[in-house]
Nanobody, 122 residues
Framework: QVQLVESGGGLVQAGGSLRLSCAAS????????MGWFRQAPGKEREFVAV????????RYADSVKGRFTISRDNAKNTVYLQMNSLEPEDTAVYYC???????????????WGQGTQVTVSS
C-alpha cells in the first residue's frame, strides 16, 4: 500500500503561482512513477504531468507545458508540482497518484491521494 496526501492548493489570481506537494508513505517511493492529474467540475479527470521513479524523465500535458514543473525529492518521499502563469482554466481538484508505469493514462495508476483544490480567479 502507498498512502498519498496532497497539500498546497488554494485561491490565486490569474498569472499567479502555486506549488503543490504530495507526501507518500508505505512502499518504496522510488519504485513508482508519480503523476499529477486534475478534475474540473463536470469534466473527466485528466493527465497533467508524470515523473519517473529516478526523477530523470518527465512528461506534461500540452495544456500545461512550459508553465508547470513536476519534481520529486526521494529522500523526503515527496513529489511537487510547481504551477506558474496560472489561468482560470487551471481551476480543478488536483490529485497525485503512484503509477505502475510511466504513463499519462489513469488506468496505469494504482494509488491516489484525496485531492487538493486549486482555484484561479480572473
Amino acid at each position: 500500500q502507498v498512502q498519498l496526501v496532497e497539500s498546497g492548493g488554494g485561491l490565486v489570481q490569474a498569472g499567479g503561482s502555486l506549488r503543490l506537494s504530495c507526501a507518500a508513505s508505505g512502499r518504496t517511493f522510488t519504485n513508482y512513477p508519480m503523476g499529477w492529474f486534475r478534475q474540473a467540475p463536470g469534466k473527466e479527470r485528466e493527465f497533467v504531468a508524470v515523473i519517473s521513479g529516478s526523477g530523470i524523465t518527465t512528461r506534461y500535458a500540452d495544456s500545461v507545458k512550459g508553465r508547470f514543473t513536476i519534481s520529486r525529492d526521494n529522500a523526503k518521499n515527496t513529489v511537487y508540482l510547481q504551477m506558474n502563469s496560472l489561468e482560470p482554466e487551471d481551476t480543478a481538484v488536483y490529485y497525485c497518484a503512484a503509477g505502475l508505469s510511466f504513463s499519462g493514462s489513469r488506468s496505469s495508476y494504482e494509488y491516489w491521494g484525496q485531492g487538493t483544490q486549486v482555484t484561479v480567479s480572473s
